[in-house]
Every structure is written in structure tokens, then in C-alpha cells.
């Protein structure tokens, strides 16, 4: 049982080139989210999926664009980087039972660089 | 809308010292409170949670009561060890919120032997 993984660790990019972040989770999970973490600020949602083929903005969604075609991933993608978006990248899964006690499991992260 | 307001770090003790994390909030409704760690290089990890006023969490030694009337939910330990050098995060989540967890800024903390 592997829970939450991420791909890849870490990433260069210059400005404009695009790329995707792939996160998996094996333990059948309903909800997953994506979030960035950056310095003084926390973790910010950037989108969330509440099932398979479902997708929502978070707070802080633009430049990104996501994914969920199966229910054990979910796809970041940055279509146009800017260096604004260097940053660390997490995926975080939970099982979706509406309680309020429901519990997000994250992933290790993916560090991003755009120069 | 809702908010959560840690003390800033970093925060410096030594082993065996008492530590106390404050943590505020404001929310709209009724919310679930958390306390997330992450340890370096890693990704978080639930530490304890509490979804009513006066609900104690507790885990690996740490405690935080939920105070409605303060809208705190400070994080305590009696006696620090150099293992639990990392950073802290409190959270909540609304009802009827998808899940969705609102994180303070996070803490850091730095226990020397």
C-alpha cells in the first residue's frame, strides 16, 4: 500500500515550457486535492476533484488546469509556466465521506523551478 | 471568510522543554480543527484533530483543545524531543466544504539537544 505518490520529485522549467504533475493513490479514495505550499503562506489550494470525470477551482487557480479521467489519479498541468509558479506541490487524498472528521493524506511533493 | 492565524516562527527550544503552538481561527460556521506536521522533506501528516467545542485531540504527546469562545486551538507538548523538530500546521474545514482544509502558515519549530 503505497497511499499517495507523486511524480515527479523535483522539475526544472523555463518560463513558457509546460508540464504535468501526476499524483496516484491506492487507497480508493473519493476526493483529491492539489495544493502548492510556499514560503510564509501555508498551503493554498489550487483545484480539487470530488469523484471520477469531476474537477473544481480552489483558491487560487489560474495557470493550472487538472484532470481526474480515473479514480486513483490526478493530473496537474501547467500549460505556461512562470517563475510566480515555483513552488513546492502537494496531492493530498481523502475518502470523501462528507464528515467532518474525513482526513486528507499527502503526498511527499514535487519541487518546482521555473526560471 | 475563514481564516487560520498561527504565531510566526521559527521557534527554538531545547529537549525536554515545554512547547505551546498558538493557533487562531475564524470561520463562518462550526468548523473541524487539525493540527498537520511535516517533517523535512517529507509530505504532511495528520497529528490530531478535534470537530467540537471542547474536544480534546491528542497524539505522540501533543494536545489541543478546541475553545469555541476564544476560537483557538492552541497546540501543546510537555516535554519536546529532538525528533519532533518540523513544521506545524493548524487547519480547518466547514461543513458542507468538500473537504476542503484551510491552512494557517505554519510554524516552525527547532528542538536542540
Known amino acids: 500500500n503505497a497511499g499517495v505518490t507523486q511524480t515527479p520529485k523535483f522539475r526544472v522549467l523555463k518560463t513558457g515550457q509546460s508540464m504535468t504533475l501526476l499524483c496516484a493513490q491506492d487507497?480508493?479514495?473519493?476526493?483529491m486535492y492539489w495544493y502548492r505550499q510556499d514560503p510564509g503562506m501555508g498551503l493554498r489550494l489550487i483545484h480539487y476533484?470530488?469523484?471520477?470525470?469531476?474537477?473544481a477551482k480552489g483558491e487560487v487557480p489560474d495557470g493550472y488546469n487538472v484532470s481526474r479521467l480515473k479514480k486513483q489519479n490526478f493530473l496537474l498541468g501547467l500549460e505556461s509556466a512562470a517563475p510566480s509558479q515555483t513552488s513546492v506541490y502537494f496531492c493530498?487524498?481523502?475518502?470523501?465521506?462528507?464528515?467532518?472528521?474525513?482526513?486528507?493524506?499527502f503526498g511527499p511533493g514535487t519541487r518546482l523551478t521555473v526560471l | 471568510g475563514n481564516s487560520v492565524t498561527q504565531m510566526e516562527g521559527p521557534v527554538t527550544l531545547s529537549e525536554e522543554a515545554f512547547l505551546t503552538i498558538n493557533c487562531t481561527y475564524t470561520a463562518t460556521g462550526y468548523p473541524s480543527l487539525f493540527w498537520y506536521v511535516q517533517y523535512p522533506g517529507e509530505g504532511l501528516q495528520l497529528l490530531l484533530k478535534?470537530?467540537?467545542?471542547?474536544d480534546k485531540g491528542s497524539n505522540k504527546g501533543f494536545e489541543a483543545t478546541y475553545r469555541k469562545e476564544t476560537t483557538s486551538f492552541h497546540l501543546e507538548k510537555g516535554s519536546v524531543q529532538v525528533s519532533d523538530s518540523a513544521v506545524y500546521f493548524c487547519?480547518?474545514?466547514?461543513?458542507?466544504?468538500?473537504?476542503?482544509?484551510?491552512f494557517g502558515a505554519g510554524t516552525q519549530v527547532v528542538v536542540t539537544p
Open positions: 487507497m480508493n479514495h473519493e476526493y
Open positions: 487547519a480547518l474545514m466547514e461543513a458542507d466544504s468538500w473537504g476542503k482544509l484551510q
Open positions: 478535534a470537530t467540537k467545542a471542547d
Open positions: 493530498a487524498s481523502s475518502f470523501g465521506t462528507l464528515q467532518l472528521t474525513d482526513t486528507q493524506y
Open positions: 476533484s470530488v469523484g471520477e470525470g469531476t474537477t
